[in-house]
């Protein structure tokens, strides 16, 4: 165990090393802070508008998807406790602010992934752009210092399921 906790912390060093360099740390910031909801929010309210009812169900499906996604997110941020890496390894620097005290798992990419493969199953066209959006995503989060890989993989992990799972409860037709 220490053997992969020990690869987590250095592939964590590594990618924060990338912010060190002040355009990758701004472009990772900015990824980061869309990724914190006003993307996703945004994406919401325009899918219906720019592609009629696939959009309306995939908006509906991503706000069904958002509250378990939210619930199991708190609930593991509390129980496990897991301190940032920013926190608790000099080498590791934090680059932008945290929005909370805890870094397991991955919120943002928690959230990138679910509304990704929701959007994608109804709107094929924006997949690939919503992909590597969740992509950056998911990297921002170990450049700017907030998380250790095994975080956001975790968090692409519970995303995906959640989104697997909501895309099962049928809207109207």
């Avoid at 690869?7 to 990338?18: M, Q």
């Avoid at 919120?107 to 997949?127: D, E, K, M, R, W």
Wanted: one cysteine or more; aromatic letters at 10%.
């Amino acid at each position: 165990m220490n053997r992969l906790y020990q690869l987590d912390l250095n592939l964590c060093i590594h990618c924060n090393r990338i912010s060190t360099h002040r355009a990758p740390e701004w472009f990772f910031r900015a990824v980061s802070r869309l990724g914190n909801g006003v993307f996703w929010y945004s994406l919401m309210l325009l899918l219906p508008a720019f592609y009629g009812n696939p959009g309306l169900q995939a908006s509906l499906h991503m706000l069904l998807a958002g509250i378990p996604a939210l619930l199991i997110y708190k609930v593991l941020k509390k129980t496990t406790s897991r301190q940032r890496p920013c926190n608790i390894h000099p080498r590791v620097n934090q680059k932008t602010a945290s929005l909370d005290h805890f870094s397991f798992p991955s919120g943002h990419t928690l959230h990138a992934v679910n509304f990704t493969l929701i959007c994608s199953a109804y709107v094929p066209q924006l997949a690939a752009a919503l992909a590597l959006f969740s992509v950056l995503i998911g990297l921002s989060r170990p450049v700017l210092g907030l998380h250790y890989p095994s975080d956001v993989l975790a968090g692409a992990a519970i995303g995906c399921l959640v989104a697997l799972t909501v895309l099962e409860i049928p809207l109207f037709g």
